[in-house]
């Protein structure tokens, strides 16, 4: 592009040139032809009057004499009386320029070769030549600042659009102050920052859903080692069997969850559920697992409650909370329902160390854990969950750890369906 740049630029400034250089040059050589012809002519004038003054006077008029005043020049002098005086050699025919006066009683004529004019001309047509040239020069030198102005920021947008077809999403970050220019490189800014969010949304899909996936797997996998060890009992392996196949289908719900998080559309609806029966269903599920470390897992609290939550999220965020119980906390685990004049309130307690007291302020963030072993997610995801159905997910003490899911209060009427299994 650069040469491409410095050749359409400077053809422009020759025809520019030619297109002023060639006019100026035929005007200058008129003027300067006028020039020598007004001069021969005062030439003539002069001798004229000097000899007619001369006559005037009553002198002789010396014609000769008068005419080699003008040394260089061809010089007829013509008296009235019909005398002829001729002064100097005859230039060439075709190369004369001539000037004439007359007087009473003489014609003067005067004549010289025009190779002073041309002289003059190519003095003048060789100053037009170094001003054109220079005006070349300069045309150049311009081009080459242009062209370096523009195809570096080119070659740059260029490379940007590059890294961004190959996936490397840096933003370029800089303005080249060329309206058009900078426009391209928003736009190149902007593309680079929505694939950095859609990767990032990616990645973080990818995470919540192997952290989402892990605790209905491992309620799953403890379900089914309670039936191999149950198998000499056939009533405990169908109950078991039961649990899993429950917690199978909540697992369905949860990667239903989660594709519906990657098609950006809303997961469900919040519909009026049991929250006896949410919890219950969590205790079934859980209860193994606490029973295996030899640790507790009670219910306590208001009976009879309701809360709008959307199908799953509910035992989402409860599963939540007790694998955290369970991962980070020690002894009994107390599940305490109750209500405030706005949200049914489900409280999960431990009586471990609770969570260290740099980490409150954070605890709700990605990646913050406690724990070497954490992934951090756990507690960000449950919020999240809890916040689509309008809900909330609180510490509310940090030691002993107490967390808390705030859900939208709702008492049951005749005519407000309830959802009375597992939401």
């Not at 020690?330 to 609770?354: C, F, M």
């Not at 954490?374 to 107490?402: E, F, K, M, N, Y």
């Amino acid at each position: 592009m650069q040469r491409r740049l410095l050749v359409s630029t400077l053809a422009v400034a020759v025809v520019a040139v030619l297109l002023l250089g060639l006019p100026l040059a035929f005007v200058l050589s008129r003027v300067r032809e006028g020039e020598a012809s007004g001069e021969l002519k005062r030439d003539a004038t002069t001798l004229a009057t000097g000899l007619q003054e001369r006559v005037d006077a009553g002198l002789p008029p010396d014609a000769t004499v008068v005419g080699r005043s003008l040394s260089d020049r061809y010089v007829i002098i013509t008296q009235r009386d019909g005398g002829k005086t001729v002064v100097g050699s005859s230039p060439p025919q075709h190369h004369t320029i001539t000037g004439r006066d007359s007087t009473r009683d003489f014609t003067v004529t005067v004549s010289a070769d025009d190779s002073f004019l041309t002289s003059q001309v190519l003095s003048g047509l060789g100053m037009i030549g170094g001003l054109a040239l220079l005006a070349v020069v300069v045309a150049v030198g311009l081009a080459l600042l242009q062209a370096q102005r523009f195809t570096r920021p080119l070659q740059e947008l260029a490379s940007a659009a590059d890294r961004l077809g190959s996936g490397d999403a840096r933003p370029m970050g800089r303005r080249y102050g060329v309206a058009e220019l900078d426009r391209v490189a928003e736009g190149l800014d902007g593309s680079a920052q929505r694939i950095n969010e859609l990767l990032a949304a990616e990645r973080d899909f990818a995470v919540d859903a192997s952290h989402q996936l892990r605790t209905p797997l491992t309620a799953l996998s403890m379900r089914l080692e309670e039936m191999i060890e149950a198998a000499n009992y056939p009533d405990v392996v169908r109950e078991e069997g039961a649990a899993a196949l429950a917690q199978t289908e909540r697992l369905a719900e949860v990667v239903g969850q989660l594709l519906g998080r990657a098609r950006r559309p809303v997961s469900g609806v919040p519909a009026l559920a049991s929250v006896d029966d949410i919890v219950a269903q969590q205790v079934v599920e859980w209860d193994p697992a606490f029973r295996r470390v030899s640790r507790k897992l009670e219910v306590a609290g208001e009976k009879g409650l309701h809360a709008y939550a959307t199908p799953g999220s509910a035992s989402q965020v409860i599963a939540t909370l007790l694998d955290n119980a369970l991962v980070h906390g020690a002894g009994t685990v107390t599940v305490r329902t109750s209500q405030t004049p706005r949200s049914v309130v489900i409280e999960v307690r431990d009586e471990g160390k609770g969570v260290p007291q740099e980490l409150v302020p954070r605890i709700f963030e990605r990646s913050v854990t406690g724990s070497p072993n954490g992934t951090g997610l756990g507690l960000s995801l449950a919020r999240t969950v809890a916040a689509a159905d309008g809900g909330q997910v609180v510490l509310v003490r940090p030691r002993p750890a107490v967390f808390a899911l705030f859900l939208p209060h709702a008492t049951g009427t005749a005519d407000t369906p309830v959802v009375t299994g597992p939401a």
